[in-house]
């Protein structure tokens, strides 16, 4: 398997779909589009493969929404359409399929495409709706390190808004977030490798805010993240899950599988000096598995010493807050692991990776 696709949340269930091939470790010519439902975000039941490759080949990555008002007329019953997009790539065009049964069953719709080939290697869209405009929106996608922003009535019919320049590729996701404290909201959009940039939108415009882009995650086993587009403004999160690239084949080198899914994270946006910044937290229904719990409070560290030496255990969630002192470095080692910070160095390192 590799990225998420499709995340949304309809009557009570999240779903969360994902490129997969059902026929072995790795995806090759049989890229399809798994599908799990869960109601916490933590267990999830697997439903059969939704979205088959055809004539148009492989069924690569997009986004999915719930179409509340009928635009597409897809709607038969009681329940709403469920719509989502994705790249198809003999010659990388824009399709969609829906769903009238909360998500059980996937068609195609006949009409595809609904964005012809629009420039090479186009793909990856993400739609949702806007209501200022009353539109859906989608992003997608252009070669070198371009993105472009399309509008729709109903899903189906395309106008092409606006192409904007930003470094990155892949996978592009974009939401608003309100900054922590403040009554502004800005957007943000998401590259890959996964980095971010704030800025203002109108339904037609994206005005990038002065500045590089922001790293979001420095290491190698979080890729092509997205968010969960119909979460119930009651709950009001932005939950990003994103694919844990080669952990399996890097790591796990005799396993019966390939490739697995990073754990939910909500994201926050705060104004700290050095500007706006996207904050990542795993999601408060980690909790449910939790089995016990240990805590240490002005706990002296020294050298060579281990204060968690008999914690015992298959899995942690280890929240740490440390004051360096005169200390040159400090972590923990999980598994043989060495997580080091550096405090000369202002530097985080796990493996090969390290960040500031």
Same mark, same amino acid.
Request: aromatic share 14%; with cysteine.
């Given at each position: 398997?590799?990225?998420?696709?499709?995340? +949304?949340?309809?009557?009570? #269930?999240?779903?969360?779909?994902?490129?997969?091939?059902?026929?072995g470790?790795?995806l090759?010519g049989?890229?399809?589009?798994?599908?799990?439902?869960?109601?916490?975000?933590?267990?999830?039941? #697997?439903?059969?493969?939704?979205?088959?490759?055809?004539?148009?080949?492989?069924?690569f990555?997009?986004? @999915?929404?719930?179409?509340?008002?009928?635009?597409?007329?897809?709607?038969?019953?009681?329940?709403?359409?469920?719509? %989502?997009?994705?790249?198809?790539?003999?010659?990388?065009?824009?399709?969609?399929?829906f769903?009238?049964?909360?998500?059980?069953?996937?068609?195609?719709?006949? @009409?595809?495409?609904?964005?012809?080939?629009?420039?090479?290697?186009?793909?990856?869209?993400?739609?949702?709706?806007?209501?200022?405009?009353?539109?859906?929106?989608?992003?997608?996608?252009?070669?070198?390190?371009?993105?472009g922003?399309?509008s729709?009535?109903?899903?189906?019919?395309?106008?092409? #808004?606006?192409i904007?320049?930003?470094?990155?590729? #892949?996978?592009?996701?974009?939401?608003?977030?309100?900054?922590?404290?403040?009554e502004?909201?800005?957007?943000?959009?998401?590259?890959?490798?996964?980095?971010?940039?704030?800025?203002?939108?109108?339904g037609?415009?994206?005005?990038?805010?002065?500045?590089?882009? /922001?790293?979001?995650?420095?290491?190698?086993?979080?890729?092509?993240?997205?968010?969960?587009?119909?979460?119930?403004?009651?709950? @009001?999160?932005?939950? /990003?899950?994103?694919?844990?690239?080669?952990?399996?084949?890097?790591?796990?080198?005799?396993?019966?599988?390939?490739? /697995?899914?990073?754990?939910?994270? %909500?994201?926050?946006?705060?104004?700290?000096p050095?500007?706006?910044?996207?904050?990542?937290?795993?999601i408060?229904?980690?909790?449910?598995?939790?089995?016990?719990? /240990?805590?240490?409070?002005?706990?002296?560290?020294?050298?060579?010493?281990?204060p968690?030496?008999? %914690?015992?255990?298959?899995l942690?969630?280890?929240?740490?807050?440390?004051?360096m002192?005169?200390?040159?470095d400090?972590g923990?080692?999980?598994?043989g692991?060495?997580?080091n910070?550096?405090?000369?160095?202002?530097?985080?390192? +796990?493996l090969?990776?390290?960040?500031?």
């Amino acid at each position: 398997m590799n990225d998420p696709n499709g995340l +949304l949340y309809y009557k009570g #269930e999240y779903h969360l779909f994902y490129q997969n091939n059902p026929l072995g470790t790795f995806l090759g010519g049989y890229a399809h589009w798994g599908h799990a439902i869960g109601t916490d975000l933590v267990h999830w039941t #697997e439903l059969p493969q939704a979205i088959y490759p055809g004539e148009s080949g492989h069924i690569f990555s997009g986004s @999915g929404v719930v179409d509340w008002n009928n635009t597409t007329g897809f709607k038969t019953g009681p329940d709403d359409p469920m719509v %989502v997009a994705y790249c198809a790539p003999i010659p990388m065009q824009q399709e969609i399929a829906f769903s009238t049964d909360r998500g059980r069953t996937w068609r195609k719709y006949q @009409g595809n495409p609904v964005l012809p080939r629009f420039a090479k290697n186009n793909g990856d869209p993400k739609i949702f709706w806007y209501e200022p405009t009353r539109r859906w929106i989608m992003i997608s996608t252009f070669p070198k390190e371009n993105y472009g922003f399309f509008s729709s009535p109903n899903l189906k019919d395309w106008k092409l #808004e606006q192409i904007v320049s930003l470094p990155g590729s #892949e996978c592009p996701d974009f939401f608003s977030l309100q900054v922590v404290g403040q009554e502004t909201r800005k957007w943000v959009l998401t590259t890959n490798p996964l980095t971010y940039f704030t800025g203002d939108y109108d339904g037609h415009i994206f005005k990038p805010d002065p500045g590089p882009g /922001q790293r979001l995650d420095w290491g190698f086993c979080y890729h092509s993240a997205q968010t969960f587009n119909e979460v119930p403004a009651a709950d @009001g999160r932005r939950i /990003q899950i994103a694919w844990m690239q080669d952990v399996a084949s890097a790591f796990y080198h005799q396993t019966l599988f390939n490739e /697995q899914m990073s754990f939910p994270a %909500v994201l926050t946006l705060h104004q700290v000096p050095e500007g706006l910044r996207v904050y990542r937290e795993p999601i408060k229904e980690v909790e449910k598995l939790h089995d016990g719990e /240990q805590s240490w409070t002005n706990l002296p560290l020294n050298p060579g010493e281990n204060p968690l030496s008999e %914690v015992k255990g298959d899995l942690f969630d280890i929240r740490a807050e440390i004051e360096m002192g005169t200390a040159s470095d400090c972590g923990f080692s999980i598994r043989g692991v060495p997580i080091n910070y550096s405090a000369k160095e202002k530097k985080l390192s +796990l493996l090969v990776q390290r960040n500031t």
